[in-house]
């Protein structure tokens, strides 16, 4: 059943996600496996509801959420699974993406607290869903026996809203709406990966201008995203005036995203075919300019900190190797020496004439690492955003062009501040039978377990920001 998909990732191309659709006349698995230049989707006929099936897993260690997943959606067991603990819906009926028809459900665990470590001394501390502060509802399942953290489990159904269901029946033309709120702190991305399945559906290519106003968006949401960990970070060593001055700048970068479109999260912007409007550039250049210039010298001082980066440095890390297995994305893989970028690796809109810099190696895996990869990818946003406004100065075209209307079915990606985003789109009509996105944040929550090997509970905040997902990315 999985012999193509092993047979792929043997031969060096990376496992990027597995999902369910449910038909009539049974339950259709697709993998989703990356290549050099592409995202090939890989059938699999896993039976009728609720027949069990070969589990991916045991072979391939990076299935291991998106078979839960399954689990949860359709009832559907995955046999030689080592851990089918409820992940997305525990105990809930929710429509089956696909058909329309009630799921199984998945029965919650039986107990509370469920222990993977025993021992004298042993407790857990379920930290969440609710927390104090602006956070979103998970829960995380600690096991200590005090101060070390040797298991630690994750609970985001608590924030489940049916997403892939709400999306059929829509016209192709409005799912653009939806996927904006799918994750809101990476709206652009998610409408950008959503249309690039559209558009490679229908054959549509966007005109030059709107390619540019799409970068343009996209590296503007890049930056806030980014100033944001930064933010969680300060706050967490307690650096009141660091958090302050970072916060201040992703606000000045929110302002300037409103300004140039009416919504501080870039919604309304990407539209399939193009973009909503060209916007209005004037002064751009400058405010852009004066904001680097602001980032960069705060960014310094916080890195000559050393209490700050004695916190970072060591903490949360995460292996080369474990990221390799799992196909680690964004700023994560980055920190443990995976370099995957879909702006570059399978360039998009503007990205191939505008082209990437290098990117710089790194391989310690720790937090520390992973906020050098944001420093980076912030300065050559920064450059990418010159780049972008000085073409946009002479480009000339519309806005958008029509898209037609045709069925079938697409994948799109884009590269979101978290990592790759892909979005799989199914057409009957006009209309959408079937939208599966598939958010960075999802896929690298997963390795949440596996970076608190040596570290203790006040490392926890630092380690989790660092990773900087979004949990409506994972429950959706």
Partial sequence: MWEKVLAKIAAGERFAGLHGTAHADGLVLTAHVVTDDDVEMIDADAGTPPDAYPALTPALRAAFWYEREIHDLFGVVPEGHPWLDPLLLPGALLPRPGDGTMPAGSDPDEHAVPRHVTGPGLFTIPHGPVRSGVFESVEYLVETPGEDIPHLSVRPFYKHRGIEKRFEGMPAGDGVLLAERVEGVASVAHALAYCHAIERLTGCTPPWPARLVRVLHAELERVANHLDVAVKLCDAAGLAVATARFAWHKERVLRLVGRLCGSRFGRGVVIPGGVGRLPDGTGLLAEVGTLEKDVARDARL???????????????????????????????????????????????????????????????????????????????????????????????????????????????????????????????????????????????????????????????????????????????
């Fill in 302 to 476: 916080l890195m000559d900190t050393s209490s700050f980066l004695d916190r970072l440095r060591g903490t949360g890390p995460l292996t080369p190797e474990r990221a390799r297995e799992h196909g680690a994305l964004g700023p994560v893989g980055k920190a443990s020496g995976l370099i995957d970028d879909a702006r570059a690796n399978r360039p998009y809109d503007a990205y191939e004439a505008l082209g990437m810099g290098p990117a710089a190696r790194h391989d310690h895996g720790d937090a520390l690492a992973r906020l050098q990869v944001r420093w980076e990818e912030i300065t050559e946003s920064f450059r990418l955003l010159r780049q972008v406004i000085d073409e946009l100065s002479d480009a000339r075209g519309p806005a958008s062009v029509p898209v037609p209307e045709i069925d079938g079915r697409a994948v799109g990606w884009a590269e979101a501040p978290q990592g790759e985003v892909l979005y799989e789109v199914c057409l009957a009509g006009g209309v959408i039978t079937r939208c599966r996105p598939r958010s960075a944040s999802f896929h690298n929550l997963a390795l949440f377990h596996d970076v608190f090997a040596g570290d203790i509970l006040t490392d926890f905040p630092f380690i989790e920001a660092s990773f900087g997902l979004s949990i409506a990315g994972v429950a959706r």
